[in-house]
């Protein structure tokens, strides 16, 4: 699910100050290109939040604003479906079965099971890793 969210950027002293009104938040960058992506970076993360607590990601556009003379007001796109991906490296533990002959080879030879499923799964569902 991808949206794109207004943000203001405010000139300061050790960079740009990233206002996201949407979200109530706040982040900085060094630069215009490194507050882009802390902008980013802070809603995927607050919307992935507020997923994994059972509650609804703000519409974009919805909080009113004032931009300061000099802010620069623009829009930073976030896929939270991909920001989740990225982000959420959790495991879980999955019971399979192989021949016991396979698995006495594996073992012999110190294969990591749970990495070579994990690439298995990669390579399968065209995924990087």
């Avoid at 009104?21 to 809603?43: H, Q, S, W």
């Avoid at 556009?61 to 004032?66: A, D, N």
């Avoid at 021949?99 to 799964?121: D, H, M, T």
């Amino acid at each position: 699910m991808r949206k794109a969210y207004q943000i203001i950027l405010t000139k300061s002293s050790e960079g740009y100050l990233v206002t996201v009104p949407d979200f109530n938040c706040n982040t900085e960058g060094k630069d215009i290109a490194d507050a882009l992506y802390m902008a980013r970076d802070v809603i995927g993360a607050m919307g992935i939040t507020l997923q994994d607590m059972g509650k609804e990601i703000p519409e974009a556009g919805t909080v009113p604003f004032k931009a300061n003379k000099g802010d620069i007001v623009t829009y930073v796109d976030v896929d939270f479906t991909e920001y989740r991906k990225k982000v959420d490296n959790r495991k879980v533990k999955k019971t399979l079965s192989i021949p016991s002959w396979l698995n006495e080879k594996a073992e012999a030879e110190n294969i990591n099971f749970s990495r070579v499923l994990e690439e298995g799964l990669r390579k399968v569902l065209n995924e990087e890793g």
